[in-house]
């Protein structure tokens, strides 16, 4: 078995990854519950590999995401639902419905006018879908209603941000960003007094609202609230850093620091970073 660019190597290493026989025992254990974190996993090394912006890195990583497309295809292939090709297939109609204005005959010439059209066509897809769900047997109340397509797997702040974004569409929104601040500072208010409660279950309500609140603003001011916090992890760790490593110059142990210690260095490495 020889490394190549077509695809087809990649689907024949599955399959004897995950032949029962003479498999890796590993890989023929696992199911689709199993895999699905690693699958999120290889996301996020994609994303980073693009923030990093490391080319070579962001190489690897899409080989390691498509091997979580080709690994659930397998797996489905095995028990008779579809298989790669029909992955492929799938996709390739879905791009080519979607672009009436490149691929046929469309009046959408300008982005918004595309975004409209991309948005009707789902709507017929959703029917569609629906109407297969319901010749299968499968039922789910959840996906009928009107937030059903913002999935659950998200990670929760890009949840939250797809749920506002679809409310907005039917005119459930905040039509400038000044109320939201006010609405911040009163959930604000509510988890001090949900901390002074001891409640535990209270504050973790009171606080998943304030982050919902936050979310809300960072949309209204044209900031992806999760790219917001990976800039503010970024420099959290750069900070960090500078603390271990001048507390390392100074022949000071990081675990001996005192928090005051470590924030006069914090705050060096802000004007630092001006």
């Given at each position: 078995m020889l490394p190549s660019k077509d695809i087809k190597r990649l689907i024949e290493i599955m399959a004897a990854l995950r032949d029962p026989n003479t498999g890796c025992p590993w890989d023929i254990e696992q199911d689709f519950g199993t895999i699905a974190p690693y699958t999120l996993e290889e996301a996020y090394e994609v994303a980073d590999a693009i923030e990093r912006n490391d080319l070579d890195d962001l190489r690897e990583e899409l080989g390691d995401l498509l091997l979580q497309v080709v690994f659930h295809s397998r797996m489905a292939e095995e028990l008779g639902e579809f298989s790669f090709g029909d992955v492929v297939e799938a996709i390739t109609h879905k791009m080519i419905r979607r672009h009436?204005?490149?691929?046929?005959?469309?009046?959408?010439?300008?982005?918004?006018?595309?975004?409209?059209?991309?948005?009707?066509?789902?709507?017929?897809?959703?029917?569609?879908?629906?109407?297969?769900?319901?010749?299968?047997?499968?039922?789910?109340?959840?996906?009928?209603?009107?937030?059903?397509?913002?999935?659950?797997?998200?990670?929760?702040?890009?949840?939250?941000?797809?749920?506002?974004?679809?409310?907005a569409k039917v005119g459930f929104d905040w039509q400038n960003a000044e109320p939201i601040l006010d609405k911040i500072e009163e959930e604000i208010g509510e988890l001090r007094e949900a901390l002074r409660s001891g409640n535990q279950a209270k504050v973790q309500d009171e606080l998943g609202d304030l982050i919902f609140a936050v979310v809300n603003i960072g949309r209204h001011v044209k900031t992806d609230p999760e790219q917001a916090l990976r800039g503010t992890n970024a420099k959290f760790r750069r900070r960090f850093k500078y603390i271990e490593d001048t507390l390392q110059k100074n022949g000071e142990d990081l675990a001996e620091a005192s928090l005051e210690r470590m924030e006069e260095i914090w705050q060096a490495s802000k004007k630092n970073e001006r």
């Open positions: 009436p204005h490149v691929f046929a005959r469309s009046d959408a010439d300008t982005p918004e006018a595309v975004k409209r059209q991309w948005d009707d066509i789902k709507q017929i897809e959703k029917r569609e879908r629906a109407e297969r769900r319901a010749k299968r047997g499968i039922t789910d109340d959840f996906k009928q209603c009107y937030l059903g397509s913002v999935g659950r797997n998200f990670p929760a702040l890009t949840e939250a941000l797809k749920l506002q974004e679809r409310a």
